[in-house]
């Protein structure tokens, strides 16, 4: 049941940044919140936070036109949660696949860097959605061969990591600094590439929720996470 918090009887407009209430307007994120029947956030616990994190820069980089476009997705991220850091990492692949071949040299092999230090930790998961995840990841380098190289020498350079992974910063910093940079590039299409992101996003994450709640619903001896 929906917290009594004197909401007004309106529905929230979709707007850049964080609001007070509902009059004035909404946040992705916030507007979850209130469909989900939470308290006014745009930090609801009714979605998983990484996911969470690309669907506010998404909702803050797009223009008015194409943040109209993302309502329908709002009620799609409800209940969307997952405590398994794979699924971080995951999400920021999908990130930066987008951005790489698109965004500033800059960006590109930053992103870059992130990808191969991904495909690493991938490689420490033997299950479906990780080794899909570790070929998004290479297909994004093979598009930007000049990153991918600068990106191989970057990490022979400075030596192996000294902790293998990505933790959840990591992963939300690469979501960030993809969003960012697929809004400043220069394409005429931007808007339509953040929605499509976000939308590829939320789709992943329902993929492996749908995964790991089967998973859990075998016995622990029936063997590796089950991919829908």
């Given at each position: 049941m929906r917290e009594m918090m004197g909401y007004p009887d309106v529905m929230p407009i979709l707007s850049p940044g964080r609001h007070r209430s509902p009059r004035r307007g909404a946040c992705f994120m916030e507007f979850a919140s209130y469909l989900a029947g939470e308290r006014w956030?745009?930090?609801?616990?009714?979605?998983?936070?990484?996911?969470?994190?690309?669907?506010?820069?998404?909702?803050?980089?797009?223009?008015?036109?194409?943040?109209?476009?993302?309502t329908p997705l709002i009620p799609t991220v409800i209940g969307?949660?997952?405590?398994?850091?794979?699924?971080?990492?995951?999400?920021?692949?999908?990130?930066?696949?987008?951005?790489?071949?698109?965004?500033?040299?800059?960006?590109?092999?930053?992103?870059?860097?992130?990808?191969?230090?991904?495909?690493?930790?991938?490689?420490?998961?033997?299950?479906?959605?990780?080794?899909?995840?570790?070929?998004?990841?290479?297909?994004?380098?093979?598009?930007?061969?000049?990153?991918?190289?600068?990106?191989?020498?970057?990490?022979?350079?400075?030596?192996?990591?000294?902790?293998?992974?990505?933790?959840v910063r990591q992963c939300r910093d690469v979501v960030t600094g993809a969003v960012n940079g697929i809004a400043q590039a220069c394409v005429g299409d931007a808007d339509d590439r953040l929605v499509a992101l976000l939308t590829a996003a939320v789709s992943d994450t329902a993929r492996f929720a749908g995964a790991e709640q089967a998973t859990a619903n075998v016995p622990s001896s029936a063997g590796a996470r089950v991919a829908s």
């Open positions: 956030s745009d930090h609801p616990v009714c979605t998983q936070g990484t996911l969470a994190h690309l669907a506010r820069m998404v909702n803050d980089r797009t223009s008015d036109t194409g943040r109209a476009r993302l969307l949660t997952s405590n398994d850091p794979l699924l971080d990492i995951l999400l920021a692949v999908r990130a930066a696949h987008a951005a790489l071949p698109i965004v500033a040299e800059e960006r590109q092999r930053s992103q870059a860097v992130a990808l191969h230090v991904a495909i690493d930790a991938l490689a420490e998961h033997g299950d479906v959605l990780a080794a899909e995840a570790s070929e998004l990841a290479s297909a994004a380098l093979r598009a930007a061969p000049a990153a991918d190289a600068w990106a191989t020498r970057f990490i022979a350079d400075i030596g192996p990591a000294r902790r293998a992974g990505m933790s």
